[in-house]
């Protein structure tokens, strides 16, 4: 029955879009866009980025919140405004296309290296905007993952790019 | 109309699994270390204001490119060198620091005379990290000075922008 009547709300918003009155003659393009997604997958959309970060001379922490807010500790706290690269600092971004009201889990890693091929560090304390453990999709069918994470650097870490990669699991239930 | 929409619902049905295989993407997490920043006084670099008679005062003006100049009574004596001071700032290559001098005085141990300092307030590292820092600087001359050899110190900051 709760389908029914989302189905007549939908017949009545299409007829109210009719016009009622006689109008003069026009005519414009409109644009076409559609989008054809696989309910059911996951995309990553960003990078994990915790940007530029002078070498300290002591242990310190950059931290990186699932909603983009940039913290750090130890001396990295004091220069942490240095101008940034391009793509800035901000968290992982992952757009999970589902229906609408399913459930799903989202398995995040525990940690995750970094190498510039010789040095690495570690990303701890992964959050994410996962509300809870269990989830379902909103009317939308979508949801965009945001994953952080702290970055402990080591006192005297070598200089470089780092990068280091990650898997986060899907289960649609 | 409510049947077509229950057989629609009913097709949903069929076509969704009840449980998925897992997907799985990657991520990637990047960082970049840069090199603090640091700063070295050249050696036998020094902010050298010349030698000069006092006369009843003035200053002695020192550029960053190193030519003296002397405003007032004051006056440079032939063959006085004049040289602006010079420091190797080295960092990360390409990024932009900044400069602060502080001001300072000299003195022969009777007398002193202060000066302030000239210098850019930023500039940017070259390609291989490094770059020069010039100093140069405006004596201030009373013209009671006692003659001799006067000395001093500044000091000088540079810092990531």
Redesign the interface.
């Known amino acids: 029955m709760r389908?029914?009547r989302?189905?007549?709300l939908a017949?009545a918003l299409a007829l109210a879009g009719v016009p009622s009155g006689l109008q003069a003659a026009a005519t414009t393009s409109g644009a076409g866009r559609a989008e054809v997604v696989i309910?059911?997958?996951?995309?990553?959309l960003e990078?994990?980025?915790?940007?530029?970060?002078?070498?300290?001379?002591g242990a310190s922490t950059?931290t990186v919140a699932p909603n983009g807010a940039v913290s750090a500790t130890g001396e990295i706290a004091a220069?942490l405004n240095?101008?940034q690269?391009p793509?800035g600092r901000g968290p992982?971004r992952?757009r999970l296309d589902g229906?609408e009201r399913?459930a799903f889990v989202a398995?995040l890693p525990s940690s995750?290296t970094?190498s510039?091929g010789g040095a690495t560090?570690q990303?701890r304390n992964i959050t994410s905007n996962l509300p809870r453990l269990l989830n379902r999709f909103d009317a939308s069918g979508l949801f965009f993952l945001n994953?952080g994470?702290t970055?402990e650097?080591n006192g005297g870490?070598?200089?470089?790019?780092?990068?280091?990669?990650?898997?986060?699991?899907?289960?649609?239930? | 109309?409510?049947k077509?929409?229950?057989f629609a619902?009913a097709s949903a049905a069929f076509s969704?699994p009840v449980?998925?295989a897992?997907?799985?993407?990657?991520?990637?997490?990047?960082?970049?270390?840069?090199?603090?920043?640091a700063i070295a006084h050249d050696a036998g670099a020094e902010l050298s204001f010349g030698t000069f008679a006092t006369g009843t005062g003035g200053t002695v003006v020192v550029t960053q490119g190193g030519a003296g100049s002397a405003t007032g009574d004051v006056l440079l004596v032939a063959g006085s060198s004049e040289t602006a001071d010079s420091f190797t700032v080295t960092g990360?290559a390409n990024?932009?620091f900044s400069i602060s001098a502080g001001n300072g005085s000299v003195s022969n141990g009777t007398d002193s005379m202060s000066f302030v300092t000239d210098v850019l307030a930023s500039d940017t590292l070259d390609g291989t990290g490094t770059a020069t820092v010039s100093v140069g600087g405006t004596l201030t001359v009373a013209g009671t000075e006692s003659t001799g050899l006067y000395t001093g110190s500044y000091s000088v900051t540079v810092d990531?922008?």
């Open positions: 389908i029914t989302h189905a007549l017949g309910p059911g997958q996951i995309q990553a990078d994990m980025r915790f940007g530029a970060i002078v070498r300290p001379v950059v220069n240095i101008p690269p793509e992982a992952f229906t399913r398995l995750i970094l510039n560090m990303v994953i994470g970055l650097v870490q070598q200089t470089g790019q780092y990068s280091g990669e990650f898997d986060v699991t899907v289960i649609f239930l | 109309m409510k077509l929409v229950i619902v969704t449980l998925a897992p997907v799985t993407d990657n991520g990637v997490a990047t960082a970049e270390i840069v090199s603090p920043i990360d990024r932009g990531y922008l």
